[in-house]
């Protein structure tokens, strides 16, 4: 019986689903200006294993993992290049996928682009104005009225009250609440517009906000009501919550007008997960500590990185280090060692087996990987002692489930050498603190600042004394 931790209810619930046999599941996805970090790394390998398993329990499952194609970044970024917007999603969109395949992630069911559902944005937005859930202001810009909506901060489990004073709002003369929040940005110079029925002094010419979008796509790919809404735990407050504000108060029957009706529930199950850290401290590019899936994956295997991943309970919070990510290497090893030598097909599983049980039990119990991966072990253990193809083939079979453990053992480990002597040949340490030290010694001090960072971005530190420079990792 599977049980999820659904962040609304504040508990682990029996998962039911709204429709037997099938689960409607929507992931936020990435916002493509730039690489993926290993944030983003967490949450594709996530949703992958969750989905996984919902398959492995014979769930037919649709995944949606939306792509947010049109952002204030994404202008930005795309002005500062001279290049246009699709061309710069587009580079970005393919830089994921690689990363993503390489991570062993299978393709969710669907991966729309916000660009694609403007329309339906924009019909969820009238909805809302029509109902009393959003104005117009004098800019032309249209906002959602958070006081209208009584739900509002059910998720974060706060008060309007509270978020006043808790949360820093930017200041915005135009609205009449400091928590309300947009929904359809009017147009700007050098940006791109569609045309809406909204009105303004740009005759509602505009584009939509972020937070609209995963609400119209969920609604348009998996209906108004589905079973599970997943993503990273800095989604919770606002944009998931948003979400819930704008999907249940344009698809219900109610309307601030009349009072009523019944609010339509959106999703059944919220899901997230925790967050990354670096050395203990959360993971940003303000602090430095910012980390790029192909950056890590010029040092490790791809498969070391997903078990990495896999190793810490989804919720928990991942605490990224070069010696975790060693850990994790020479473990993901031990279990690849186990199955050398041996010729081990995937097999049916079953699952009276008491292994395989305790697998069972294990992700069964709000996806607890780190037990499931401990069941692993056992039964690398036993094939270790007694070289049974039966228990080498469960092994194979309980680790494909999660993504892992299929590609032939002694592949594995020569690839796993290639990567360590690819590593070393990009990072020279020793030659860089040579260049450093005469960067220092011609007063060049950008670039011996320049060459410090480079290695600290890798995990090396330096430490400088009167005998000399040493290094060692983070």
Known sequence: MLKIYNTLAREKQVFTPIVPGKVGMYVCGM????????????????????SRWLRASDYEVTYVRNITDIDDKIIKRANENGETIAQLTQRFIDAMDEDSAKLGVIRPTLEPKATEFVDGMISMISALIDKGFAYVADNGDVFYSVNNFEGYGKL????????????????????KDPMDFVLWKSVKPNEPSWDSPFGGPNNGKGRPGWHIECSAM????????????????????????????????????????????????MVNYWMHNGFVRVDDEKMSKSLGNFFTIRTVLEQYDAEVVRF???????????NYSDQHLDDAKAALNRLYTALRGL???VADIDWRQSQAASFKAAMDDDFNTPEALAVLFDLANEVNKTKSLASAALLKSLAG????????PDEYLQGLASVNSNADEALNVDQLIIQRNEAKQSKNFAEADRIRKLLAEAGIILEDSPQGTTWRRA
Do not use: W
């Open 156 to 175: 974060s489990g706060k008060s309007l009250e509270d978020l006043r004073a808790g949360e820093r709002v930017e200041v915005d003369t135009h609205k």
């Open 401 to 408: 489930l999660i993504g892992l453990l299929q590609r032939d």
């Open 308 to 318: 990495f991943i896999l190793r810490a309970h989804y919720r928990s919070p991942l």
């Open 218 to 265: 969920s609604s348009q790919l998996l209906g108004n009501h589905f079973d599970i809404h997943g993503g990273g735990q800095d989604l919770q407050f606002p944009h998931h919550e948003n979400e819930i504000a704008q999907s249940e108060a344009a698809n219900s029957l109610a309307s601030t007008h009349t009072h009523d009706g019944q609010s339509c529930q």
């Open 31 to 50: 916002t493509v200006y730039d690489f993926c970090h290993l944030g983003h790394a967490r949450v594709m390998v996530v949703f992958d294993m969750v």
């Open 343 to 345: 010729v081990v097909e």
